[in-house]
């Protein structure tokens, strides 16, 4: 069965870095799309980031402050986050599409204090 496991969020202060990092573990298959999405409190879950064989992609809100990298070959992916705000607090969730499948990780929180 293949759980994505998330890691790297925390606490943070404003204008600080953090780096989340998901892995599939098990037989996923091919992958062909990895994403980073978030969460906050009463709100909708928005995309922030997401890599494909096309290219990335980011929410207007996190560019230039975001990096998506992923790695098919290690079914990773990671979100490299720096000048971080306090509305950048959120549950990450990490998630993964493959031919015939989709995964979502359990979410990791990032808060950002000011």
């Known amino acids: 069965q293949v759980q994505l496991v998330e890691s790297g969020g925390g606490l943070v202060q404003a204008g600080g870095s953090l780096r989340l990092s998901c892995t599939a573990s098990g037989s996923i298959g091919s992958i062909n799309y990895m994403g980073w999405y978030r969460q906050a409190p009463g709100k909708q879950r928005e995309l922030v980031a997401a890599i494909t064989s096309a290219g990335t992609t980011y929410a207007d809100s996190v560019k230039g402050r975001v990096t998506i990298s992923g790695d098919n070959a290690k079914n990773t992916v990671s979100l490299q986050m720096s000048s971080l705000e306090p509305e950048d607090t959120a549950v990450y969730y990490c998630?993964?599409?493959?031919?015939?499948?989709?995964?979502w990780g359990q979410g990791t929180q990032v808060t950002v204090s000011s």
């Open positions: 998630h993964i599409t493959t031919t015939y499948r989709y995964y």
